[in-house]
């Protein structure tokens, strides 16, 4: 009887702790909802950063090339964003 009592106590024991959880949950993804209709850019920031995360923490050989080929699009955008501008900005009557 001593057992049971003990099993069932700890049976309701961790049935509040699931239910905890699991509204914390909700209330995650509500949040999320929420910030993501009045922030969509920090929001997108913030959940990158969360996969970012997790990533190097789970992969961490994946997470190197996946920075690395971010990084060479970073560099590429930029050198042709550069080019772009220079082409713009000057005239048919303007020489360097």
Known sequence: MKWTFG???LCIVLAVIRAVLI???IATVLALLFYFAA??????LFM???VVT???AARPSLFIVTLG???LAVLVAGIKRKR???L???GPRESN
């Open 23 to 25: 509204t914390i949950a």
């Open 54 to 56: 997790g990533l190097a």
């Open 39 to 44: 922030r969509p850019r920090e929001t997108l």
């Open 88 to 90: 713009l900005l000057t």
């Open 7 to 9: 099993f069932l106590t």
């Open 69 to 71: 080929v971010l990084g």
């Open 84 to 86: 772009r501008a220079q």
């Open 48 to 50: 990158g950063v969360l």
